[in-house]
């Protein structure tokens, strides 16, 4: 068993952590009420237009932008992996880093694969294993939509000139506080809808459909790569929040445990000197 002295410091240790921890999870909690409220103010409207934008593409041709729908043999593709760029958020990174690395395997094993990083954690990891044409660590300081156009458009501009054939963003979607869904999400070519919806729905095109398209296409896709990155961000504070927490109770447990042990061996040293000043009281008398 561990001296007291021992104990007294490792009960030290993990009050300091305990304190970390604990700041940590306020500081997410914090954060998140804003991330949430964002992310859920702008779904319906991010919904909308997509379902919008996937019945119109069903009509396009060519010659009225249907270069955003264009089906092409896929032999280059672009995957958007979105983490963070902090850790102590608990499988959060590293569910988005498994579930692209086995896409990858799984689905496009001998394709030229490139990856555009956004967060630091993905950047890093997925560095060493894949050919990261470039990352993005600092959109989190100033997450905007007019910083998000700036990467959308790369990205669309990729596709139209051939660079690419397919571009897929990977993500965690945010449900609450407590639970985060990795998505694979189709990012072009704009995926028609299925099914009769199409066949259902009768649009009156003003102004003409030609010009709807160069408009609302470029903007739905830039409102979608948005929505993945407000998703992701407000599932980063929601991870930490929840994995600080645990950590906190963990660590409560730890110290429990272990004032526990320390009363335990501080008795026993207790009990150890009466009874050798009890054994030398009765040697004198004897």
Do not use: W
């Not at 569910?95 to 030229?112: F, H, M, P």
């Not at 007019?146 to 965690?172: P, W």
């Not at 009156?204 to 030609?210: H, L, Q, R, V, Y």
Request: with cysteine; net charge negative.
């Amino acid at each position: 068993m561990a001296n007291l002295k021992e104990i007294r410091n490792r009960i030290t240790s993990i009050g300091s952590t305990m304190q970390i921890t604990s700041a940590m999870k306020m500081v997410s909690a914090a954060k998140l009420k804003k991330a949430q409220d964002a992310i859920t103010a702008m779904r319906p409207y991010s919904e909308k237009l997509t379902e919008l934008l996937q019945s119109l593409s069903a009509t396009l041709d060519a010659n009225a932008g249907g270069v955003y729908s264009e089906q092409r043999e896929v032999s280059k593709v672009l995957l958007v992996a979105i983490t963070s760029n902090r850790g102590l958020c608990g499988g959060f990174n590293s569910s988005v880093i498994k579930a692209t690395t086995k896409y990858i395997e799984e689905s496009y094993d001998g394709k030229d694969v490139s990856i555009l990083a956004i967060g630091k954690k993905g950047a890093d990891l997925l560095d060493k294993q894949f050919n990261v044409v470039e990352s993005n660590t600092t959109i989190f300081d100033n997450l905007t939509f007019d910083n998000v156009a700036v990467i959308a458009e790369r990205i669309t501009d990729s596709f139209i000139d051939g660079t690419y054939d397919k571009v897929e963003i990977i993500y965690n979607e945010f449900k609450n506080a407590a639970t985060q869904v990795t998505q694979i999400e189709q990012f072009l070519p704009i995926a028609s809808v299925n099914g009769d919806t199409n066949e259902h729905v009768d649009y009156i095109f003003e102004p003409s459909k030609a010009e709807i398209v160069l408009q609302l296409i470029p903007k739905s896709l830039k409102t979608q790569l948005y929505k993945s990155i407000r998703d992701s961000f407000a599932s980063e504070h929601g991870a930490r929040m929840t994995a600080m927490h645990k950590a906190t109770d963990n660590a409560n447990d730890l110290r429990n445990d272990l004032l526990l042990t320390y009363n335990k061996a501080r008795q026993a040293a207790i009990t150890n000197e009466i009874l050798e000043i009890v054994g030398g009281a009765e040697a004198l008398n004897n």
